[in-house]
């Protein structure tokens, strides 16, 4: 199969043999025919499966073929994206495979001045990128409108709804034209994206690519089952030991990207983070540093997750764990792109476990656990099934209780009982030694907690190695 035999026309094929495509991948072999013939279409296509292309390519041919010129204010071609990298990125697509074509391209999201965006309107845009929110703004001033839109495309759908755009998504499709293309792009397919789909959707031509919700086969993926607290100094002896020099890393929250990131830097790593809170010029710096190869390592939260596009990024490292499990889909989807193979870990805590079996459930396989060497979790990780379910371990007999028959003695004097040497009971197992002195059933029911270290400290690291990731604030991502 190749890319003239699907329809192309001319200046498309040059740009796709100067990027060097090959072959179509799968979604472009089902999505370039039936976007050409107008046809609405609703794909299940996770990042890395070229589905950029899949529509971005046709949808350039049918502005150059037909339709009358871009009027001032107006749109043909619409394309929501949840996010401003996102945004980018695919106006960065239809730039390159529409390359020498005489068209209007732009992109418009929110965290920028709006001016600019209104002066580029002014023009017209045969194809405007936009975020949900920004586009509405534009629309309430006037600065676009939408009667001259012919297709809509909603790339990443289900990030859409996770992000909380529903109200806007529903706002958007009952000002457009009712006749117009309409084209569904969704990593998963939940209900809500059924639903979704079912109400603006005609006679769609249904593209499945990978079974929906599967992850991408040629990822090798396991789970490091390890303590909260271990978190960091795993990964700094991870880096270290695997020798891991260009990697994705992703955390819960900014103050984990941010301290992730001050223990890489120490560690003498090039770094940098990207996440909400960062203001977006230093967003697109940080991932622009991560694609030249200039920063080695990005540590990024979930609001990153989507939109970055990285070639031959060999290795995500999940340091936590996302909340919604199609984010780990989204997360690891950086990898394995376009036919590479890569490499995802996952670190689980404890509190992850059903996080962890959300995740096993949505991609239908239970995940490999490989526990390291000084990390291994004291606070155990429920076994999880690739049915979604925590299965717990029969619980061991409880031993009787013998406290409330303590020694009328012990409750007299109020005080614990010494051992050789004047000690409490609880001193000594405190600093490691064995409660041997206290022969028979012990009648304090004395918990005996390990003392030695569970994790090592991070080579280069001045900052103790047990702070917990993601635990040190509640803020918003
Ligand atoms: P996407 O899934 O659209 O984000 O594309 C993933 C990556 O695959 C991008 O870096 C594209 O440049 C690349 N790509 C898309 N189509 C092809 C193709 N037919 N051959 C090789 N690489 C491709």
């Known amino acids: 199969m190749s890319f003239a035999s699907l329809g192309l026309i001319d200046p498309l094929l040059k740009n796709v043999q100067r990027l060097n495509y090959q072959t179509p991948t799968p979604i472009q072999v089902k999505a370039i025919p039936a976007v050409l013939d107008g046809r609405d279409v609703m794909a299940s296509a996770q990042t890395g499966t070229g589905k950029t292309a899949g529509f971005a390519l046709p949808l350039l041919q049918r502005l150059v073929q037909r339709g009358p010129r871009v009027s001032s204010n107006r749109a043909r071609v619409l394309v929501l994206v949840p996010t401003r990298e996102l945004a980018e990125q695919v106006l960065q697509s239809f730039t390159d495979y529409g390359e020498g074509l005489d068209l209007r391209l732009m992109a418009a999201y929110g965290g920028v001045s709006i001016n600019p965006q209104m002066m580029k309107l002014r023009k017209g845009a045969d194809v405007l990128v936009a975020t949900p929110g920004r586009l509405l703004d534009l629309n309430r001033q006037n600065a676009v409108q939408f009667d001259q839109i012919e297709t809509l495309v909603l790339d990443e759908a289900d990030r859409m709804l996770d992000l909380g755009f529903a109200r806007e998504l529903d706002a958007v499709f009952a000002a457009l034209p009712a006749a117009r293309q309409t084209l569904l792009f969704s990593a998963t397919y939940t209900d809500e994206i059924r639903a979704m789909a079912a109400s603006i959707l005609r006679n769609p031509v249904d593209i499945s690519v990978s079974p929906p919700n599967v992850t991408a086969s040629k990822i090798r993926q396991w789970v490091v089952p390890v303590d909260k607290r271990n978190k960091p100094g795993l990964f700094m ?20 990207a941010d301290y992730l990131s001050a223990m890489l830097d120490e560690a003498g790593y090039a770094v940098d983070t990207i996440h909400g809170d960062k203001p977006q010029p230093a967003r697109l710096r940080a991932l622009e540093r991560f694609k030249t190869g200039e920063v080695h390592m990005l540590v990024a939260t979930d609001v990153a997750a989507r939109g970055l596009d990285i070639d031959a990024l060999p290795l995500v490292i999940n340091v936590d764990l996302p909340i919604k499990a199609q984010d780990y889909v989204h997360r690891i989807g950086r990898t394995g792109r376009a036919g590479l193979s890569g490499v995802a870990v996952s670190f689980v805590c404890a509190d992850e476990a059903p996080q962890l079996a959300a995740i096993e459930a949505l991609i239908g396989q239970t995940l490999r656990r490989e526990e390291v060497p000084g990390f291994e979790a004291e606070h155990r ?44 009971v609880a001193q000594e197992v405190a600093k490691g030694g064995e409660d041997t002195s206290l022969s028979g059933p012990n009648p304090f029911s004395v918990t005996k907690s390990r003392s030695k270290p569970i994790g090592k400290p991070p080579a280069g690291s001045r900052k103790p190695a047990d702070k917990p990731m993601g635990g040190r604030s509640k803020r918003p991502r």
């Open 381 to 424: 990780v429920p076994q999880t099934s690739a049915t979604g379910q925590i299965i717990k371990k029969p619980k061991k007999p409880k031993k009787p209780k013998v406290l409330q028959a303590a020694p009328k003695a012990v409750q007299a004097i109020g005080t614990e009982p010494r051992l050789h040497g004047g000690k409490t």
């Open 237 to 256: 002896h991870l880096v270290d030991e695997k020798k891991w020099t260009h990697a994705l890393v992703f955390v819960k929250t900014r103050d984990g």
